[in-house]
T-cell receptor, first 116, second 111 residues
């Protein structure tokens, strides 16, 4: 199967700092990448959809100025949590799509963010 | 709008017993349906998917799911579970190029 890699897998930061998480598709070109957030013992919540070279589409309730998403190439998308606060602590997961018709997504390993 | 409902948050079961994890969805468009599994401290892995064709789909480790359009369901079943099947299972529906997940069902297999 296709491989999607996230980095870092674990990050601890101080409140007020910004953190960048990278998502790479290693062996295919991802036309679309998705960012999810998973709270403990809960499901994945779609945050935003990003297409290479265009602005991300954010889901309702997700602050676009706080969660900056950049999809600079067909193999790389980044999520920057700006001015992080303890309530931003969560597990962030990216996924990449090779596009239709399968609709299948390939997931990264996830990045656990802890804001102190 | 699309949504996915997993009716059971937790399913405890003894080893070698059968199990069914329930999933219902709603969508106004044609959908693709998926089951993903998340083992402890790991990322998500695709277990099986329904895109079209036969309504019964199978995975390589003995799970199967049946797409029932009239009941808008995609329940996951296994006739005999193993300890190693202990994990969180997520049902998901894809449409409009988005994947929407259910809340997940924690399958706990006991010896």
């Amino acid at each position: 199967g296709a491989v999607v890699s996230q980095h870092p897998s674990w990050v601890i930061c101080k409140s007020g700092t910004s953190v960048k998480i990278e998502c790479r598709s290693l062996d295919f070109q991802a036309t679309t990448m998705f960012w999810y957030r998973q709270f403990p013992k809960q499901s994945l919540m779609l945050m935003a959809t990003s297409n290479e070279g265009s602005k991300a589409t954010y889901e309702q309730g997700v602050e676009k100025d706080k969660f900056l998403i950049n999809h600079a190439s067909l193999t790389l998308s980044t999520l920057t949590v700006t001015s992080a606060h303890p309530e931003d602590s969560s597990f962030y997961i990216c996924s990449a799509s090779r596009g239709p018709p399968t609709g299948e997504l390939f997931f990264g390993e996830g990045s656990r963010l802890t804001v102190l | 709008a699309q949504s996915v409902t997993q009716l059971d948050s937790q399913v405890p079961v003894f080893e070698e017993a059968p199990v069914e994890l329930r999933c219902n969805y709603s969508s106004s468009v044609s959908v693709y349906l998926f089951w993903y599994v998340q083992y402890p401290n790991q990322g998500l892995q695709l277990l099986l998917k329904y895109l079209s064709g036969s309504t019964l789909v199978e995975s390589i480790n003995g799970f199967e799911a049946e797409f029932n359009k009239s009941q808008t369901s995609f329940h996951l079943r296994k006739p005999s579970v193993h300890i190693s099947d202990t994990a969180e299972y997520f049902c998901a529906v894809s449409g409009y190029n988005k994947l929407i997940f259910g809340a997940g069902t924690r399958l706990a297999v006991h010896p």
